[in-house]
């Protein structure tokens, strides 16, 4: 139990996958097989819930689900991003594996503190290669926007082929809310159902309530029927 509490925290924790035998190595347990068992019992009893456990090509880990994440990944740390970080984070979105020059190039010399920053954030990864650094995004980028790079940047492509900024594109568009469903007089074309308030003031009153004028079409139909 006292293991299975451990592999638990370990993954709520760590900002990283974590691999069987790292957790093993926190539980004190010495049987990779018997990890992965705790481990799948746990990814059950989360099933379902507001995390989820999973496993990865770099490893296991606990996460939001990709249903819920964007509806709450503005509380994540990088939800304060600035302006130019965002122009950035896109700029590599869409170009990588997009050489560090090149962002440099595009948005000035600003940009180095930009990529450090995203760097450090997990959402890109470096990679020196001669006298430049290679850029590309990492898992933690699909993890924080919900969502697989490829959608990203389908989005990023479908910004620059019509002219718009390309940062705007990097969240997910926001669902409509649905219209209010219409009430069943109204679905059946029937007038509505009068409100409590009138029928109260015509009790009190005690006054007829006025029947509109006859009109001409109204007229004529009961002179036919005469």
Do not use: C
């Not at 539980?27 to 819930?49: D, M, N």
């Not at 940047?153 to 620059?160: Q, V």
């Not at 009430?183 to 009153?205: A, F, I, W």
Request: glycine share 6%.
């Amino acid at each position: 139990m006292e293991a299975k509490r451990l592999i638990e925290a370990a993954l709520f924790i760590s900002p990283r996958p974590l691999m069987i035998n790292e957790l093993g190595k926190i539980s004190g347990v010495h049987s990779l097989g018997h990890v992965k068992e705790i481990l799948e019992e746990l990814q059950r009893e989360y099933s379902g819930r507001g995390m989820e456990i999973v496993s990865t090509p770099n490893g296991w880990e606990m996460q939001v689900p990709t249903s819920l994440l964007p509806r709450v990944s503005h509380l994540t740390p990088h939800s304060d991003l600035s302006g130019g970080q965002k122009r950035t984070l896109a700029l590599v979105a869409y170009k990588e594996p997009v050489k560090q020059s090149d962002i440099i190039k595009i948005q000035g010399n600003k940009a180095y503190s930009y990529i450090k920053d995203l760097v450090k954030r997990g959402l890109i990864k470096s990679e020196k290669k001669g006298h430049t650094k290679i850029l590309s995004l990492t898992p933690e980028f699909e993890r924080y926007f919900g969502e697989s790079r490829e959608s990203v940047k389908e989005r990023l492509r479908s910004a620059a082929e019509s002219g718009r900024e390309l940062a705007p594109s990097l969240n997910r568009p926001e669902t409509e809310e649905p219209e209010p469903k219409a009430s069943q007089n109204e679905s059946l074309g029937k007038p509505p159902e009068e409100s409590r308030e009138k029928v109260r003031e015509k009790k009190e009153t005690g006054k007829p309530e006025k029947k509109p004028a006859l009109s001409a079409s109204h007229s004529h139909a009961f002179e036919e029927l005469d």
